[in-house]
């Protein structure tokens, strides 16, 4: 039993392992429950006793964050009856020791932090039989978590240990704590509420929540910080029950609603200003402010907001746009101008809007520095830290004219027209110097409210959105929210009142109103918004490679942290031709780190190199951080004596690497590797790579033109030959996409943006400097039958009159020599050529008896030929090395600059083919360097690998150049000086060139791999489409391609065919698809990735396509009500056909009686006939089912009419529909009368013929015609009379089928109900 005026953990008793002590309120294993993470410790009071007869010293140990206080003011200050409540003590389950302690919380806020935080005790001397109070102190500290969306604050376990010795004897204690931050949030997140345009008298109510987002309960308080009433009269908070409301307790994960009644007795205007404080923790607290505007009476509202009435932006990292629509309607009969205006907590944000009409398309966003990327989505919506930190209570609002004043300093500005690129849109676009350059910073005239933000013009029932742009300005490292989130509310105001004119009206003068203020109608936006700064650390800042031999790659390591709650974004600057790192942004998660490899490989002697790395926080600017990279180059294996005879250019830059950078696995990259002889001798370089890495990436040389003589060689003939041959029958996507579009909008309007003039436009030209540009003209080249804008790879035709040549010239084409010889190429002065006729034929091409040009040169027309070709497939191959994108670009004008983009890279990756296949590209094995002459080395990466085998994030390779032949006795450079001669090439080591690249996935998935339209009918349109999935971060590029045969003619893709999804997106390309032939459909349709080859994809197209219907029937089933046997029907149905094709058709029409299985349960049968002398008692018009949704239609709004009293529209509707069906009799759909004569032919085309009695006929119906037949049935008995069930539904048929075609028949069935005679 506890003892009267102590807490309940004083009846615990134990004893140490000899017994000399003896220990209360202190479990060996306890587990101290409910503690909150706020900063502040916990106390659990416990007394040792000395149970010898001899003075002892007890030595206390701890471990974890846990110390003993002999004296603790707070627990001393305790009553007697608050210690008895202060302690909750659960004992434990059997087969178990531990013991579960729960203080008291609300007694331990009353408690100074001041004496928790003084020292505590290592040791303490007890007298013989004497008992000492002490108090265990534990204090948890928070754990790093991140932030976001639906972040759950759970339980911590956090461990400690306490050990009691007093000389042999001892006593352990192990401590297990569980732990929680307690966290008060509000819904809505603005915490704002604002009343516009109040009426005096009239009670308004808004709702409000608080809520515990934590999973441990906790007390809150709600108390009036500043107001312009004091009394309070007219605002109520009330809870569920309607009870005032100030305060409570909330359990874990539950919320409170708050019920905020405002009734006005006064004109005027109304604030408060509310803290809502967690009394479990002093930071967790939330502001939220309500303000009303009271008038005398109620006014009609000019504008409405149709969005929604509070903003919130969310996480937002600074540095990056965030942007949200809003939008207004003016419900008025007048213009009104509506003025925009911010007021609140706004320091460090910088905010633009852009005002458009409803429906037009959103502004772009700003166009990003070229050295600074723009940030992928997955990099913004990366997990984050969540943040206690609230709105500056410094910046309290006020009802006062200076209102604005009083906030932090805002950078607004406003635009009107979307035209700007400035203007950012959409959720994460980076902020450029481009786009803060346009940022003008607002002065707030003095006396005036705010400034103005932005003002437009809203026309009579017109929408208006305005899109309203934040960015948040990076704080310094000093600064107290450094890394963390902080919330910062701040209202848009919009005044809208009466346009005088046509133009919005200038601001009136600081201190002045004008009458259309004063009658100002006010709409109030809350916006909130957490802003994070991210900052990073780099380590070490120093890097020492020492001692690097040229020609020798040694790698160290940069470790870069993210301090902050947000994702950071960095990025590595350098300039340097020894040190490489990567240079792509890298992508740091919250209180994460990255380790970026630094390669440093020399290639000349350098006793003092020194070079500095800097690491650019791509968000925060301010954060860039420099690290200095030393070295020291040494030559002992003598490579650099490489530099005596050749450089290596990248492109013009000497260098001992090439990177390639970002590179999708399965895709082909080039780079140019110039080989510059430095010496006035020739050089002999044989070319190798690891064996390892020979089937990632190759090195090719160009073919050279002419030989040392200047005659044109062997090699550049055959390319001549071979290339525009190769080009006319690859199997590109300009001739293999030849299909039927069904659809007008599959060619391009001559309107459309044509792709950009490119050397992919095959064309012969005469020589011309590099300085003149890689772009030839693409007019010769242009294939007819494909869409407009865009060129294909049909660069040769054929002449159609061709003149017998040996066989050592066919392939040159020249003309008859009694002829005026003809050039091939003619270049007109504007530098334009006509189209080229001279291809080889398949025979030069296969003949092996073709002679070399050394044997029988050229004419001089041939020459320009040859070296025409070979001219334009070097400038082919300077567009692929300058224009090939790994990482394709996202923003285009329009969809069609899109499609000639992707286009234009599917003909680049295809002529790399074309230039290995024709020659022009050669395996490099041995390069040979005339005197002073460049010669250039191509290097293709392609690096293998599938998404189930992840490849390494780097590549890194070499390439190996030996000097086979080169000089001895000279120096390259001079005439005079001597040089060691050395024997052999042997005695110089072979010098190693370095290639990397970092790696990237480029996987390309589909929505659905089988598309199953279902049954259709031939020439039947439906609309499908296909979903193109990017699971990887980097953009994709897909081409969709049809097989090409009959039936793929039948798919017509409404979109392009060609497009980029951005990373981890997905897209929808529709395409309508119309059968022309009947049958069971399946067709593929293949999805490829242009970047991996590896990575397409392909989707089935299945559907049942049966043949159009000859004819229609109305209705396949006809009642007839409750009949007799043996009597015919009362009722007369109507059978109604329509000839469905452009041709006249002849049907048979005839009654069917059911086969004898199918009576035993009936017994009665239906007989059809078809009387002639009843046609009267048709119905004058057959409708088709067009006239029918019409008539039911206007039906429906005859009845609207009829309901809202509005005899003219009443009037209007009865005309229309009397006029639909029809008020002359003995007439069908055409107006086609019914012959009920034999054989009497029809004046309007419709004939009809009784066959057999009056149970068969047929009929001819013209061209879309249409025939109402009558019908009567008669039942007839299959048996006894006795069997007939009474009530029963008797049925017969019809069959209706053409004279000449038995297979298509249709059914009708006859119902009736019949009714014994009594």
């Known amino acids: 039993m506890a003892s009267k005026g102590q807490p309940a953990n004083y009846a615990l008793v134990w004893r140490s392992a000899e017994g000399r002590l003896s220990v209360r309120g202190l479990p060996p294993r306890v587990h101290l429950d409910r503690v909150y993470t706020n900063g502040l410790h916990a106390l659990v009071p416990f007394w040792i006793a000395n149970e010898s007869d001899q003075d002892v010293t007890v030595e206390l140990t701890t471990e974890g964050p846990l110390k003993v206080q002999q004296q603790n003011a707070n627990w001393s200050a305790v009553s007697a009856a608050q210690r008895e409540t202060y302690v909750d003590v659960t004992t434990a389950p059997a087969g178990k020791d531990e013991v579960t302690m729960v203080c008291s919380a609300t007694i331990q806020r009353e408690f100074s932090e001041v004496f928790n935080q003084l020292g505590g005790v290592s040791s303490i001397r007890l007298a013989a039989q004497a008992t000492a109070e002490l108090v265990l102190l534990f204090v948890a500290e928070a754990a790093e978590t991140d932030s976001g969306d639906g972040q759950r604050y759970e339980y911590e376990t956090h461990g400690g240990h306490v050990t009691l010795r007093a000389g042999t004897d001892s006593y352990d204690v192990a401590l297990r704590a569980s732990t929680c931050r307690s966290v008060l949030e509000m819904e809505p997140p603005t915490s704002r509420i604002y009343v516009d345009d109040c009426v005096i008298g009239r009670t308004y109510e808004r709702t409000l929540r608080v809520r515990n987002a934590s999973a441990i309960g906790l007390d809150w308080t709600m108390t009036v910080v500043e107001t312009t009433d004091p009394s309070l009269s007219a605002l109520q908070l009330l809870d569920s029950d309607m009870r005032s409301l100030s305060g409570g307790h909330l359990g874990a994960r539950s919320d409170t609603q708050v019920l905020v009644r405002y009734t006005p007795h006064a004109a005027g205007e109304f604030l408060s200003r509310f803290l809502v404080e967690n009394s479990n923790d002093p930071a967790s607290l939330r502001y939220w402010v309500f303000r009303a505007r009271v008038s005398q009476r109620q006014k009609p509202r000019r504008v409405e907001l149709l969005s929604d009435p509070d903003i919130s932006f969310g996480d937002c990292t600074s540095g990056v746009w965030y942007s949200r629509d809003i939008r207004f309607k003016n419900v008025s009969d007048t213009p009104v101008v509506m003025r925009l205006r911010v007021e609140g907590n706004t320091a460090g944000l910088t905010m633009k809007s852009a005002v458009r009409a409803d429906g037009a398309s959103a502004p772009e966003p700003n166009t990003a520095d070229a050295d600074t990327p723009i940030p992928t989505l997955s990099e913004l919506v990366s997990s984050r830290r969540p943040s206690i930190v609230d709105d500056n209570p410094s910046d309290a609002l006020t009802a006062t004219d200076d209102v604005g004043s009083e906030g932090g300093s805002?950078?607004?500005?406003?635009?009107?027209?979307?035209?700007?690129?400035?203007?950012?849109?959409?959720?994460?676009?980076?902020?450029?110097?481009?786009?803060?350059?346009?940022?003008?910073?607002?002065?707030?005239?003095?006396?005036?409210?705010?400034?103005?933000?932005?003002?437009?013009?809203?026309?009579?029932?017109?929408?208006?959105?305005?899109?309203?742009?934040?960015?948040?300005?990076?704080?310094?490292?000093?600064?107290v929210s450094a890394g963390q989130f902080e919330r910062q509310s701040f209202t848009l105001f919009g005044e809208s009142s009466t346009a005088v004119g046509t133009q919005p009206t200038a601001a009136p003068p600081p201190g002045t109103a004008s009458n259309s203020e004063r009658n100002a109608e006010r709409l109030s936006i809350p916006c909130t918004a957490n802003m994070c700064t991210p900052f990073v650390r780099v380590v070490p800042p120093l890097l020492d490679f020492g001692s690097v031999d040229v020609g020798t790659l040694k790698s160290l390591y940069l470790r870069v942290e993210n301090l902050s709650q947000v994702a950071a974004t960095v990025q590595c600057k350098l300039e340097s031709k020894v040190i490489t790192c990567t240079r792509a942004p890298i992508t740091i998660a919250p209180q994460q780190s990255v380790s970026v490899r630094v390669d440093s490989y020399p290639r000349r002697v350098n006793a003092r190199y020194r070079k500095q790395i800097i690491v650019r926080n791509i968000h925060n600017r301010l954060n860039d951080s420099v690290v200095e990279v030393r070295s020291t180059h040494v030559d002992r294996r003598r490579v650099a004596f490489h530099n005596l005879f050749y450089q290596t250019l990248v492109p013009a830059n000497e260098q001992n690497f090439v990177d390639f950078g970002l590179v999708p696995l399965n895709a082909r990259s080039l780079r140019r590797v110039n080989l510059r002889n430095v010496c006035r001798c020739p050089l002999a370089i044989e070319v190798a790579a690891d064996a390892a890495d020979a089937g990632a990436f190759s090195a090719y040389t160009v073919v050279p033109q002419r030989d040392a003589t200047g005659r044109l060689t062997d090699a550049a003939c055959q390319v001549a030959r071979c290339l525009p041959l190769l080009e006319r029958q690859a199997a590109m996507h300009s001739n293999i996409e030849k299909f039927k579009e069904r659809t007008a909008g599959a060619t391009a309007p001559k309107s459309a943006t044509l792709p950009p003039r490119s050397s992919l436009c095959p064309v012969a030209v005469a020589p011309v400097p590099r300085a003149a540009g890689l772009t030839l003209q693409p007019d010769m080249f242009i294939d007819k039958s494909v869409e407009q804008g865009h060129?294909?790879?049909?660069?040769?035709?054929?002449?159609?009159?061709?003149?017998?040549?040996?066989?050592?010239?066919?392939?040159?084409?020249?003309?008859?020599?009694?002829?005026?010889?003809?050039?091939?190429?003619?270049?007109?002065?504007?530098?334009?050529?006509?189209?080229?006729?001279?291809?080889?034929?398949?025979?030069?091409?296969?003949?092996?008896?073709?002679?070399?040009?050394?044997?029988?040169?050229?004419?001089?027309?041939?020459?320009?030929?040859?070296?025409?070709?070979?001219?334009?497939?070097?400038?082919?191959?300077?567009?692929?090395?300058?224009?090939?994108?790994?990482?394709?670009?996202?923003?285009?004008?329009?969809?069609?600059?899109?499609?000639?983009?992707?286009?234009?890279?599917?003909?680049?990756?295809?002529?790399?083919?074309?230039?290995?296949?024709?020659?022009?590209?050669?395996?490099?094995?041995?390069?040979?360097?005339?005197?002073?002459?460049?010669?250039?080395?191509?290097?293709?990466?392609?690096?293998?690998?599938?998404?189930?085998?992840?490849?390494?994030?780097?590549?890194?390779?070499?390439?190996?150049?030996?000097?086979?032949?080169?000089?001895?006795?000279?120096?390259?450079?001079?005439?005079?000086?001597?040089?060691?001669?050395?024997?052999?090439?042997?005695?110089?080591?072979?010098?190693?060139?370095?290639?990397?690249?970092?790696?990237?996935?480029?996987?390309?998935?589909?929505?659905?791999?089988?598309?199953?339209?279902?049954?259709?009918?031939?020439?039947?349109?439906?609309?499908?489409?296909?979903?193109?999935?990017?699971?990887?971060?980097?953009?994709?590029?897909?081409?969709?391609?049809?097989?090409g045969s009959i039936a793929s003619g039948d798919i017509c893709f409404v979109d392009s065919r060609y497009g980029i999804v951005r990373g981890f997106d997905s897209r929808k390309v529709v395409f309508v698809f119309s059968p022309s032939l009947h049958g069971a459909y399946s067709e593929q349709i293949s999805i490829a990735n242009v970047l991996n080859a590896r990575g397409g994809k392909k989707a089935t197209l299945k559907a049942a396509v049966r043949r159009q219907s000859k004819f229609y029937i109305q209705s396949l089933r006809l009642e007839f009500g409750t009949l007799a046997p043996g009597r015919p029907s009362a009722d007369v149905q109507v059978l109604a056909i329509k000839n469905m094709t452009p041709k006249t058709r002849h049907l048979i029409v005839k009654s069917l009686l059911a086969s004898d299985d199918g009576l035993s349960d009936v017994g009665v049968v239906l007989e059809a006939r078809f009387p002639p002398d009843i046609a009267a008692a048709l119905p004058a018009r057959l409708l088709d089912r067009e006239t029918e949704e019409k008539i039911e239609s206007l039906e429906q709004k005859l009845k609207i009419a009829v309901r809202k009293n509005r005899p003219e529209k009443v009037e209007k509707y009865q005309a229309k529909l009397a006029k639909l069906r029809g008020s002359g009799s003995g007439g069908n759909g055409n107006g086609d009368n019914i012959q009920a004569a034999d054989a009497v032919p029809d004046p309007t085309g419709v004939q009809i013929r009784r066959l057999v009695d009056d149970t068969q006929l047929e009929v001819e119906l013209p061209p879309g015609g249409d025939v109402s037949i009558p019908v009567v049935v008669t039942a007839k008995l299959a048996g006894p009379k006795a069997d007939i069930n009474a009530g029963a539904n008797a049925l017969g048929t019809l069959v209706v089928h053409e004279v000449k075609d038995k297979d298509n028949v249709k059914l009708v069935t006859l119902a009736a109900s019949v009714a014994l005679d009594q």
């Open 410 to 479: 805002a950078e607004l500005s406003s635009r009107v027209t979307p035209a700007d690129d400035s203007t950012p849109a959409g959720d994460g676009v980076r902020a450029g110097e481009s786009g803060r350059r346009f940022v003008a910073r607002a002065r707030a005239a003095r006396g005036h409210k705010a400034a103005l933000f932005d003002e437009m013009l809203i026309k009579p029932g017109a929408v208006r959105t305005m899109t309203l742009s934040l960015l948040g300005n990076p704080v310094s490292s000093t600064s």
């Open 791 to 1043: 060129v294909c790879l049909m660069p040769f035709s054929r002449p159609r009159n061709r003149t017998v040549l040996p066989p050592s010239l066919e392939y040159l084409d020249i003309a008859p020599a009694t002829a005026k010889r003809r050039n091939v190429v003619r270049i007109r002065g504007n530098g334009n050529s006509d189209i080229m006729a001279a291809v080889p034929p398949e025979s030069a091409l296969l003949s092996s008896e073709t002679p070399s040009n050394l044997d029988m040169l050229p004419a001089e027309e041939d020459v320009e030929m040859i070296v025409s070709v070979i001219e334009r497939a070097e400038q082919i191959l300077d567009e692929i090395i300058e224009r090939l994108d790994m990482i394709p670009q996202t923003l285009f004008a329009s969809p069609e600059a899109e499609n000639a983009y992707v286009r234009r890279q599917v003909d680049l990756h295809k002529y790399i083919d074309l230039l290995v296949e024709s020659g022009f590209l050669r395996p490099a094995h041995h390069v040979r360097l005339t005197a002073l002459g460049t010669e250039s080395l191509i290097v293709i990466l392609q690096p293998a690998g599938t998404p189930d085998k992840p490849a390494p994030l780097r590549f890194d390779a070499n390439l190996y150049f030996k000097l086979v032949d080169r000089p001895g006795d000279l120096l390259p450079f001079t005439d005079s000086a001597a040089v060691v001669s050395f024997a052999s090439a042997d005695q110089l080591p072979v010098r190693r060139f370095l290639v990397q690249a970092a790696l990237v996935q480029s996987e390309l998935e589909l929505g659905q791999k089988s598309i199953n339209v279902g049954n259709m009918q031939v020439d039947e349109a439906c609309r499908k489409y296909l979903v193109i999935q990017n699971r990887s971060e980097t953009p994709l590029m897909y081409a969709i391609r049809k097989t």
